[in-house]
């Protein structure tokens, strides 16, 4: 692909804005300046300098973001800034999606990319990916609330008991939950139904990723290989 047409693919701007920065010298491509907008590139691994920003190339982007609370997963939110306001510019531009809405004031993994087809694929209810929570509730966790909810519960809204996958006490005021599905509000309301309520929600893992422990709160890293397996395997 030529090199205008790979840094709009990027999200950089138009392909005449990217072209103007490629003839400016602003570009370089591998450590080495170039200044020819129609020179022909493979686009995934590609290490671009864009006006002093490092980007490497990818065909489509796939990211984990460690979620703060106090941010809405929508384009236009309503009462908090926006998830994406914690993405850089050209990731904004290329319109990542996330994976599944988290709630405003709960933390944790959360998947993003521009790829239509894998986010049908993993927000399926067909597929039953498992999505693990860290819960912290209200009141002392009771072993009756967790074998409640590892049972199943009525949601109002549901014609039918919903199940955790597991459940598992993790102390005096906290479980771990994990489901496979991801209905509105699910886990408050499957913990509500129970008999307790939910005071602070973090989602751990998705399939088989976990949240990168050395990714800090607000940050975002892209996706892996090997995160993406783990992602399918469901483990
Ligand atoms: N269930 C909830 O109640 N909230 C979330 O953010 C995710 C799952």
């Given at each position: 692909m030529t090199l205008d047409r790979i840094l709009q693919s990027q999200g950089f701007g138009t392909r005449r804005y990217c072209g103007d920065l490629i003839g400016a010298g602003l570009v370089e491509v591998n450590g080495e300046l170039c200044e020819d907008p129609r020179a022909q590139f493979e686009v995934d691994g590609l290490r671009l300098t864009v006006d002093g920003e490092a980007w490497v190339a990818c065909t489509k982007a796939y990211l984990m973001l460690n979620k703060p609370a106090g941010y809405e997963c929508s384009q236009r939110p309503r009462n908090h800034p926006s998830?994406?306001?914690?993405?850089?510019v050209p990731l904004r531009q290329r319109e990542v999606q996330a994976v599944g809405r988290l709630d405003h004031d709960t933390t944790g993994l959360l998947l993003l990319t521009d790829d239509g087809q894998f986010i049908h694929a993993q927000t399926s209810?067909?597929?039953?990916v498992p999505k693990v929570y860290e819960v912290t509730t209200a009141e002392p966790v009771t072993p009756e609330q967790a074998e409640a909810l590892r049972a199943g519960v009525q949601l109002d809204d549901e014609p039918a008991p919903i199940a955790a996958e597991a459940c598992e006490i993790t102390g005096e005021h906290s479980l771990r939950l994990t489901l496979l599905q991801g209905k509105y509000h699910q886990v408050k309301r499957m913990v509500v139904a129970a008999g307790n309520h939910v005071t602070a929600l973090h989602r751990s893992a998705v399939g088989g990723l976990k949240l990168d422990p050395a990714l800090p709160e607000g940050e975002w890293r892209w996706l892996t290989p090997e995160d993406l397996a783990a992602l399918n395997s469901k483990e």
């Amino acid at each position: 692909m030529t090199l205008d047409r790979i840094l709009q693919s990027q999200g950089f701007g138009t392909r005449r804005y990217c072209g103007d920065l490629i003839g400016a010298g602003l570009v370089e491509v591998n450590g080495e300046l170039c200044e020819d907008p129609r020179a022909q590139f493979e686009v995934d691994g590609l290490r671009l300098t864009v006006d002093g920003e490092a980007w490497v190339a990818c065909t489509k982007a796939y990211l984990m973001l460690n979620k703060p609370a106090g941010y809405e997963c929508s384009q236009r939110p309503r009462n908090h800034p926006s998830v994406y306001n914690l993405l850089p510019v050209p990731l904004r531009q290329r319109e990542v999606q996330a994976v599944g809405r988290l709630d405003h004031d709960t933390t944790g993994l959360l998947l993003l990319t521009d790829d239509g087809q894998f986010i049908h694929a993993q927000t399926s209810p067909k597929r039953k990916v498992p999505k693990v929570y860290e819960v912290t509730t209200a009141e002392p966790v009771t072993p009756e609330q967790a074998e409640a909810l590892r049972a199943g519960v009525q949601l109002d809204d549901e014609p039918a008991p919903i199940a955790a996958e597991a459940c598992e006490i993790t102390g005096e005021h906290s479980l771990r939950l994990t489901l496979l599905q991801g209905k509105y509000h699910q886990v408050k309301r499957m913990v509500v139904a129970a008999g307790n309520h939910v005071t602070a929600l973090h989602r751990s893992a998705v399939g088989g990723l976990k949240l990168d422990p050395a990714l800090p709160e607000g940050e975002w890293r892209w996706l892996t290989p090997e995160d993406l397996a783990a992602l399918n395997s469901k483990e």
